[in-house]
């Protein structure tokens, strides 16, 4: 899966994007509403939104929880060398680098794939 953490919460990948700034939307916090667009600040109506283009791929890093375990406990993320996060160029890409690590396929499913783009604090790789 992939999406965004928001404090602590996860928002997965709504494949819905804003109708006025075509950033994507996630699922709202508000029942009213259906989605929240974080650039513009405001919930949304799935009117005021529209599918997200097919090809989108937006780059990812890869966590998952420390252990496994859920519970209030930190994440971990997939490092390269100069312990910075390895960013890649959407989702298919990193399952094929954790597949090729060794990772069992039924293993992806506890991995979340972070949208960089949504991201405070995480370096993209400059490009
Ligand atoms: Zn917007």
Redesign the pocket.
Known sequence: MSGIFIERDWYESTNRI?R??R?P?WKSDNPKYSFQ?L??D?DLFEFETDEQCPDYSPKVIIARYVGGITLNVGLEYVLDDDKNELVFNGQPEAETFLLSMGVASEDLEFMYFIETEHMEGVEDDGE
Do not use: L, P, Q
């Open positions: 804003c006025r700034c950033s939307v667009c650039e513009c405001e």
